[in-house]
């Protein structure tokens, strides 16, 4: 798979291909239905896939306070459309460039001069350009209205469900704020993880007998804040148990959003190391303590509480 850094970075065989645009947070079952779809298209034309995105995403540059949390930081993302056998993946950086771009010049430079696009597939919905003049309509005429080969076939994405409920990024958000990691995982078609690579920490939780791995969550907002039992993946052959806090600490004076986790019965060092913590039960909301006492002895009832809940459900055996 080929990652393409701007329209300056393409090449003249990049040229000539089936392309989608979209965002494809959490690359979840409905957006892996796109790919699917773009892929037999490509093979019945002969013609690589190509997957056109953004970073940031649009909402995050027009209005930062309302961009919804992340699912997938952008090297999630990448990989995760990877392993569905996309060929390209141009990323357009999102910023008042982009942003000014009229309707007509971004299918101009983008799908036409820069692509060489000949089937697209987009939502009925989707808008684009300077003031979000852009849609499918547009898209559908100007298709038609080019010259030969310069013309392109654009279809619609139908609505992707899942035992009758509509699959999308803003729904697999509302069940992971409410805990629900079993629907979230039929949705995504796979357990939620958050990535990264371990950071050092404030070095307090070593003080308390909770030593704990500090991970940069790589994202503006989090979908998720609160304890929760856990399995960590890139620790051993096989997931490990523990438990975790997404949040700002308040009893600590936390001023940024941190992902910490404590690995029970294990003390090897894991700076540097990248990690996977997958999230199945979420213990209770991130709350301010009156003292540093206080929320140590919370932090053993969350350890006590995950690790029975993990041994019963058998996912903190161990490893």
Not at 36 to 62: D, H, K, N
Not at 75 to 81: N, P, S, T
Not at 133 to 150: F, H, I, K
Not at 263 to 280: K, P, R, S, T
Request: aromatic letters at 8%; hydrophobic letters at 45%; a positive charge.
């Amino acid at each position: 798979m080929r990652l393409i850094r701007g329209l300056h970075n393409l090449r003249d065989q990049d040229r000539g291909c089936v392309a989608t645009i979209g965002n494809f947070d959490g690359v979840h079952l409905g957006h892996r239905a796109v790919f699917r779809r773009l892929l037999a298209q490509g093979a019945a034309l002969g013609l690589p896939a190509t997957v056109i995105t953004f970073e940031p995403q649009p909402m995050e540059s027009f209005a930062p306070s309302l961009a919804p949390a992340r699912l997938t930081r952008l090297r999630e993302k990448v990989a995760a459309i990877a392993e569905d056998g996309i060929d390209r993946i141009l990323l357009l950086e999102f910023g008042p460039r982009l942003a000014a771009m009229e309707a007509r010049e971004f299918i101009r430079r983008v799908l036409v001069e820069g692509l060489g696009v000949r089937f697209l597939l987009v939502g009925d919905d989707f808008r684009f350009g300077h003031n979000r003049a852009g849609d499918y309509a547009l898209l559908e005429a100007v298709g038609a209205e080019l010259p030969g080969a310069q013309g392109f076939e654009v279809a619609n994405l139908r609505t992707i469900r899942h035992r009758n409920e509509r699959i999308s990024s803003t729904r697999i958000r509302e069940l992971l704020a409410a805990g629900d990691f079993e629907q979230a995982r039929h949705l995504l078609g796979r357990a939620y993880r958050i990535c990264g690579r371990v950071g050092h920490g404030d070095r307090r939780g070593r003080t308390i007998g909770f030593r704990t791995a500090n991970i940069n969550l790589h994202r503006r907002v989090s979908p998720l804040r609160g304890v929760y039992a856990v399995r960590v993946h890139g620790v051993a052959k096989t997931p490990w148990p523990g438990v975790a806090n997404i949040g700002r600490r308040p009893t600590l004076d936390g001023t940024d959003e941190r992902l910490e986790v404590h690995l029970f019965d294990f003390d090897a060092d894991l700076y540097g190391a990248h990690l996977q913590v997958e999230f199945l039960l979420r213990l209770r909301d991130e709350q301010r303590f009156d003292s540093f006492e206080a929320l140590r002895a919370q932090i053993a009832r969350d350890a006590e509480a995950a690790r029975a809940w993990l041994i019963d459900a058998g996912s903190g055996q161990d490893p």
